[in-house]
Nanobody
Framework: QVQLVESGGGLVQAGGSLRLSCAAS????????MGWYRQAPGKQRELVAG???????NYADSVKGRFTISRDNAKNTVYLQMNSLAPEDTSVYYC?????????WGQGTQVTVSS
């Protein structure tokens, strides 16, 4: 089992920045990749950014150049630095960890960008 706890969401004006954190605990040595997803009301959950255990990253086209995913292995924590935020980034952001073909999810954190 893997437990994920997110933090860092909130309300920000357009053009501002936020940093999300996701702390993993439990069977962390089984995690092969982690990522951030988001889901807006009435929309499907979508991948925002991912990072493998080897450090390879991938991003949704809509956030490339604005968001950066990183990890601190010593703290078992993954971060999502979000810059140049826009109203369309408003969503609930979920941390995800994949371990042995099982997906684990955090509780979600709300990000609201005002225009």
């Amino acid at each position: 089992q893997v437990q994920l706890v997110e933090s860092g969401g909130g309300l920000v004006q357009a053009g501002g920045s936020l940093r999300l954190s996701c702390a993993a605990s439990g069977n962390i040595f089984s995690i092969s990749a982690m990522g951030w997803y988001r889901q807006a009301p009435g929309k499907q959950r979508e991948l925002v950014a991912g990072i493998t255990s080897g450090g390879r990253t991938n991003y949704a086209d809509s956030v490339k150049g604005r968001f950066t995913i990183s990890r601190d292995n010593a703290k078992n924590t993954v971060y999502l630095q979000m810059n140049s935020l826009a109203p369309e980034d408003t969503s609930v952001y979920y941390c995800n960890a994949r371990a042995w073909s099982t997906d684990y999810w955090g509780q979600g954190t709300q990000v609201t960008v005002s225009s």
